[in-house]
C-alpha cells in the first residue's frame, strides 16, 4: 500500500503541540492517542460519550476542564518504588488537579485538591458493570483504588459543582520519563535544603536540577519541606510546576525535536487517558487552544481546606473560600491571588514570596505581567481571599526545606 507520509507528520506535530500546551499547564506532557501502539488503554468516564473529529475548539462550550491523578502505585513499576505491599492495582491518587483552560483560551487554572480531603464519595462504577455505594466520608485519595479515575472525576464533579468531561492518570515512572526528555528541571532551594529520609531526598540549598527518580522523589517529599504536611507538599509540587512551565515553553525545548519526542513517548506510555482524550484530533484542538497562553495567566492554586476537627491527621473543605475559587472557574473568570504561596514555597530570599506575577520571571513572547491569575480577556479578575495559596507559572519560588 502507498504510505501517506504527511499524514504521519501530522500526528507527530499534533502530538508535539498537545506535549507543549499540556506542559504549559503543568501537568507534564501528552501524546497523540494513535501514534505509538504501546499506549494505555482508555477508561471510561460515567456518561462519558467519545468525540470525533472537533472542527472549533469553541464548541467545548465553557472552555475545557481537565482531571489529572497521579497514582501511587508499584504495579509494573519495578522495584525502585518498594513492593505491591505498599500500593497495588490502581493504587491511591495522592496528586488530584483539575486543569480549567478558558473559553476564551486567555487563562488557565490549575487547582490542587489535598489527598487528604475527607468528603463524601458518590456511587462508582466498580469496573465489573456494577456500581460501589456511596460513603459520606473518605479521604480523597481512596477514590481512585475505590472506582478507578471516573470515581475520582464524579467525587471532585460533585465537590465543586463543575463538569469534568477529560480525565488522565499518571503514574511514577511517568514523572521520571517526562523529567527527562526535557532534559531536568531547576528548581530553587532554601531553608537549610531537603533532606527527607522517607524518599531518600537529600538536597542542597540553591539550585538543583531535578530528572528520573530524583525528580519524582522531589514532588513526593512531604517530610522534608514546609511543616511536613501534604498541604507543603501541594505548593512544594507547585514550585516544581512552575519552573517545568518555564523550561519547556521556551525555544531551546520546543525546537529540540529529541527533547519534545521524548516528551510525545513519555506521555504515551505512563498516562492513561479517558475515552474522549484517546483521539489524536480532539488533543490536537484542546493543544491549539491553549497555545498563546502566558506564564503569568496560568494560575496555580491549593483548594482552600480547614483543620478536620474528628481527625488532626485530615483536612476538610473551607467552603467559604472555596466557593469564591470553584465559581470563578465555573463562571470561567479569570482569578487573582492575594495571599501567599503555602507553607512548601518561598521567594528565592526565604521570605514569603509575592502574590504578583511581576516578580521577575519573564514571558513568552509577547506576553504580559499584568499581575498574579491576570486576565488576557479584558474581563476583571476575581481577587480569590487570603487563604487561598498558589502562585503563577511567571512567579520565581523556592521550595522552603525544614532542615
Not at 493504587?91 to 476564551?104: E, F, I
Request: aromatic fraction near 4%; glycine fraction near 14%.
Amino acid at each position: 500500500m502507498r504510505r501517506k507520509p504527511w499524514a504521519t507528520f501530522g500526528k507527530v506535530v499534533a502530538s508535539v503541540a498537545v506535549v507543549a500546551f499540556v506542559s504549559v499547564l503543568g501537568i507534564g506532557g501528552v501524546a497523540a492517542a494513535n501514534l505509538v501502539s504501546d499506549k494505555k488503554p482508555s477508561v471510561h468516564l460515567v456518561g462519558e460519550e467519545k468525540l470525533g473529529s472537533i472542527p472549533d475548539i469553541g464548541a467545548l462550550d465553557g472552555g475545557v476542564n481537565i482531571l489529572l491523578a497521579a497514582t501511587d502505585t508499584r504495579t509494573g513499576q519495578g522495584d525502585a518504588w518498594g513492593t505491591t505491599a505498599d500500593s497495588s492495582g490502581a493504587g491511591l491518587n495522592d496528586v488530584t488537579m483539575l486543569v480549567h483552560l478558558s473559553k476564551d483560551h486567555t487563562h488557565a487554572t490549575v487547582v490542587s485538591f489535598p489527598r487528604d480531603l475527607m468528603l463524601s464519595i458518590p456511587k462508582c462504577p466498580d469496573g465489573k458493570g456494577g456500581w460501589n455505594g456511596a460513603m459520606s466520608s473518605q479521604p480523597l485519595n481512596t477514590t481512585l483504588s475505590y472506582g478507578g479515575v471516573a470515581c475520582t472525576v464524579l467525587t471532585i464533579e460533585q465537590l465543586t459543582g463543575i463538569d469534568i468531561p477529560f480525565a488522565g492518570v499518571v503514574d511514577f515512572e511517568g514523572v521520571v520519563a517526562m523529567s527527562n526528555a526535557v532534559g531536568g528541571v531547576p528548581v530553587c532551594i532554601t531553608g537549610g535544603g531537603i533532606h527527607d529520609e522517607h524518599t531518600s531526598l537529600d538536597l542542597p540549598d540553591g539550585t538543583s536540577v531535578l530528572q528520573g527518580m530524583q525528580a519524582a522523589e522531589f514532588l513526593r517529599t512531604r517530610y522534608g519541606v514546609g511543616d511536613g504536611s501534604d498541604l507543603g507538599r501541594i505548593s512544594n509540587t507547585q514550585v516544581f510546576l512552575s519552573s517545568l512551565v518555564r523550561t519547556v515553553m521556551t525555544p531551546k525545548t520546543l525546537t529540540n525535536p529529541v527533547k519534545m519526542w521524548g516528551l510525545v513517548k513519555a506521555a504515551q506510555q505512563h498516562i492513561q487517558w479517558s475515552d474522549s482524550l484517546n483521539n489524536v484530533t480532539t488533543l490536537y484542538q484542546i493543544a491549539m487552544a491553549g497555545k498563546d497562553l502566558k506564564y503569568d495567566n496560568i494560575t496555580f492554586v491549593q483548594y482552600p481546606v480547614g483543620s478536620d476537627s474528628e481527625d488532626p491527621g485530615k483536612v476538610v473543605a473551607d467552603h467559604s473560600s472555596a466557593d469564591v475559587l470553584m465559581q470563578a472557574v465555573k463562571n470561567d473568570q479569570p482569578i487573582q491571588l492575594t495571599g501567599g504561596t503555602g507553607v512548601g514555597a518561598v521567594g528565592p530570599t526565604g521570605t514569603p514570596a509575592p502574590s504578583d506575577a511581576s516578580s521577575g520571571s519573564s514571558t513568552p513572547s509577547g506576553g504580559s505581567t499584568a499581575g498574579s491569575g491576570g486576565s488576557g480577556s479584558g474581563s476583571t479578575a476575581v481577587a480569590l481571599p487570603q487563604d487561598v495559596t498558589g502562585q503563577t507559572a511567571a512567579t520565581q519560588t523556592c521550595s522552603k526545606g525544614n532542615n
